[in-house]
């Protein structure tokens, strides 16, 4: 336990000493910012894009608007910048050659990968939220938002999509001493799970619903319940996915001391 | 005016956090002359003219060790 205290501390000054915590901060809250913005602003964009004499009614932009945005922004831009910034989680380690110090010294793999994922998924849920919340504060100011249903529903089952990422990421950046090794994989694994989706029937267990049904749960078309056994899938995978980073951190180990 | 104005709770903020993650980079470019790849002046340009994805860019692949 001790040992997963302190590991996490050192974890967080790296994150902080890198920038990296700065950055991931920044992009979410300029990504809060700018949801609610492009929605008010699209439809001036269209109108000056339409060809002269050609006329249509664009409808007024509203709350549900302003969600489209965020459940379009985050997973295309957050999510791809939440891998980029823990690609390297534990490969670095590897590049740096610090890890094999800690491990002679008697520091498990599990407590290295434990301590290491629970800083990633905190970043992960307090630079998210922050993005939600400050979403969610210009669109009840602008809007009437009476119309949405299951708001944290929905906000929720994308964070758990961010956390099954960051289990990915940590397993591939287990098995790699680069981190496009641990990009390509991730990128892999997201490729296939869109693949399944094209089968409509898989749609109810793939983890990928949970990043992209965000607006049915929001206008009522499906219900949270629907997703549970993407949920459910999301979350086994994760803890899966942590087991073989601990696997991927012994076998390196083992193959350093032997 | 009025439509300036009305923007303004979005600029503002969003102006700052840009700058904050622009100059942030600009300073760590200049200051830590060892980058993995490229040299300082191509650095500048990315972390300058990319918003956003440029600093991202920088302090994930392009920073060198200490």
Known sequence: ?258 | MGITSEYLPFIIPLLILQLVLAITAVVHVIRHPNYRFGNKVIWIIVVLCVSIIGPVVYFVFGRGEE
């Not at chain 1, 249509?56 to 302003?66: E, F, K, L, R, Y």
């Open chain 1, 1 to 258: 336990m001790r040992q997963y205290m302190v590991f996490m501390n050192k974890e967080i000054l790296e994150f902080i000493r890198t920038y990296k915590l700065l950055v991931l901060f920044a992009v979410f809250m300029i990504l809060g910012i700018m949801n609610p913005l492009t929605a008010k602003l699209l439809p001036y964009i269209m109108g000056n894009f339409m060809p002269e004499g050609l006329t249509i009614n664009i409808a007024d932009p509203t709350a549900m608007d302003s969600w489209t945005q965020f459940y379009k922004n985050v997973p295309q831009m957050g999510l791809v910048v939440l891998v980029l910034i823990f690609a390297g989680i534990i490969s670095n380690e590897y590049i740096n050659n610090t890890l094999v110090n800690m491990l002679t010294k008697g520091l498990k793999p599990a407590t290295l990968v434990l301590s290491k994922v629970t800083v990633a998924m905190t970043m992960w849920t307090g630079a998210y939220w922050c993005c939600f919340l400050i979403t969610y504060g210009y669109t009840e100011y602008y809007w009437d938002q009476s119309k949405g249903s299951h708001f944290f529903f929905a906000a929720l089952y994308l964070w758990i999509f961010g956390i099954f990422l960051i289990a990915c990421v940590t397993a591939a950046s287990s098995f790699f001493k680069n981190f496009y090794g641990s990009l390509i994989v991730t990128g892999a694994v997201v490729v296939i799970m869109y693949i399944i989706s094209l089968a409509p029937k898989t749609n109810d267990y793939n983890p990928l619903s949970l990043a992209s049904g965000n607006m049915n749960i929001l206008n009522g078309v499906a219900s949270p319940g629907d997703y549970k056994w993407s949920v459910a899938i999301a979350l086994i995978l994760s803890v899966v996915f942590t087991g073989v980073a601990i696997l991927g951190i012994s076998r390196v180990s083992f193959r350093r001391w032997k």
